[in-house]
């Protein structure tokens, strides 16, 4: 992901998001550990993730598709690439989190490998209330 990206990365995050992450957070693209990532077709930005890789340990902080490029694969394609590049950095494990309402979500993280951990109870906000964040994991094993 770089500056010219954000643009777009910002517009999706508003659409995709009913509570979206506050813009300074898109733009910081150098915080500590920060890997972050673009999906383009045709030099359109569909979708990103925000990851973060702490000393081995790589979290999923955001991923997004443009509502327009829904249903059309990307949001595999970008898990795919988180995990390669949590595979390229040896990490030991990957985590994140997913609201518990988002059922598409939770069975493409569920495909790739993550199982349910924890819930964090009420995390999210919500339109009326307050929804549990269900945290996932991945372990990642070296036999070096």
């Avoid at 954000?6 to 508003?14: C, G, M, Q, S």
């Avoid at 829904?70 to 494990?93: H, M, P, V």
């Amino acid at each position: 992901m770089m500056a010219q990206h954000l643009d777009a990365v910002i517009e999706i995050e508003r659409a995709a998001h009913s509570h979206p992450w506050a813009e300074s957070l898109l733009r910081d693209l150098n915080g500590r550990g920060a890997c972050h990532h673009v999906l383009t077709v045709q030099d359109e930005v569909v979708g990103y993730f925000y990851a973060q890789n702490i000393v081995g340990e790589v979290t999923l902080l955001n991923l997004a598709v443009a509502p327009k490029a829904q249903g059309q694969g990307f949001g595999q394609r970008l898990l795919t690439g988180f995990i390669e590049q949590c595979d390229a950095a040896s990490a030991e494990s990957a985590w994140l989190e997913v609201r518990e309402s988002n059922h598409t979500a939770i069975a493409l993280y569920q495909q790739a490998g993550f199982n349910e951990i924890d819930r964090r109870r009420g995390y999210y906000p919500t339109s009326n209330g307050k929804e549990d964040a269900i945290i996932m994991s991945m372990m990642f094993f070296s036999f070096a």
